[in-house]
């Protein structure tokens, strides 16, 4: 593990992101070849026109008014779908088209705080004063060691808040390094100095350099007349399927018409419980059952996509480590053989510091095994489980800065509507609370 192992840790010197290493290709290779795929099993074809408002329709297996639980099922436990509750998907608008709120205005700045106490009338102000004063005329430039107690305190709190140590680190690096030999400005702190170039630096490393619009990407594609395709990858039980089918309800809602090919042909119950989510939400499904190689149900499916009109196809893949050669080979193949436009790693944002660890590799492994000489890597990232951790928001962060992708999805819960896009400001905010 580490910061410097990876093609994808390229980054310029300033500390900010080489994002021109992560362009990818956007031509799609799949030409259409003698077919014999059928979808195996669908629900009623979307109409892309309608809306996802179906009026409390029950299905056979789902308990009227259920809590959605996907239970990620017990690997190898025969058929996972027994631990799937299925509710209707009439659940509302996606929060993906509202504004997030993280309420993260109640505390003041501990540093203006002090200075207000300060302030008082009846504050000693020769004391406030010359502590200023020192600071502000003590030093003419600033130096390493003037910054280094800052830091450090700058540094426990990223740690706190779940960001990986090491990234805590090299943020605090650069930030030392575009501090030092600069001078402080007049009747400033050396510790707010220090959190405003933190700030920045955090802005600068969550604001995506190239925004990716889907739904823009979407409908170029449906003038190509090709269907737009999106592979979801990651480890196990991190909420791959669940997300999948939360971003189809979006794209539902926005009157895209979308189809789910199963390849994860690997984990028994995998195939079931994301045909449950297709007959939620009553859009087809292309799926080949297992054992059948992955790379090649996806290519079928991105061909019956074409056939059928369906102008987006999310494709599910087995979860697996970031260490496992077998799997990531085939996932690797998977992506050359579809040359898909958006590979989303999809990862809990309970992480610490072993988001590193599995961007990483993934990224690492996706160059390293694919037989192109111009391998596509992470496009982007979801982040689920964002209900679950309070203000531990560090995973956000460790995972963009490790592979350079936007969050382009936050998961926050278990309902079809509980996706959000990235807060950048709030999430700042949180970090250095
Ligand atoms: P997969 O194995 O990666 O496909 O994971 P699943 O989609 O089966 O999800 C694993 C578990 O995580 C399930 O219990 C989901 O309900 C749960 N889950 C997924 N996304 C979220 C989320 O954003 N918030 C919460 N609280 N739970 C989630």
Redesign the pocket.
Known sequence: MGLANGKENARSNNGAFDVSKLQKLKSKGVKKTTDTSVVVSKGSKADPKKKVTKKNRVWDDSPKDAK?????PVEGNGNGNENIQVVTADQGESMMDKEEIISSDSEEDEEDEEVGKDSKPDAKKKGWFSSMFQSIAGKANLEKADLEPALKALKDRLMTKNVAEEIAEKLCESVAASLEGKKLASFTRISSTVQAAMEDALVRILTPRRSIDILRDVHAAKEQRKPYVVVFV?V????????LAKVAYWLLQHKVSVMMAACDTFRSGAVE?LRTHARRLQIPIFEKGYEKDPAVVAKEAIQEAARNGSEVVLVDTA?RMQDNEPLMRALSKLIYLNNPDLVLF?GEALVGNDAVDQLSKFNQKLADLSASPNPRLIDGILL?????IDDKVGAALSMVYISGSPVMFV????SYT?LKKLNVKAIVKTLLK
């Open positions: 959605l639980d996907f239970t990620d990651g196990n039980g991190v909420g791959k399927s669940t997300n419980q979860g999809v689920t489980k964002f209900d679950t998961g926050c819960g278990q509980d």
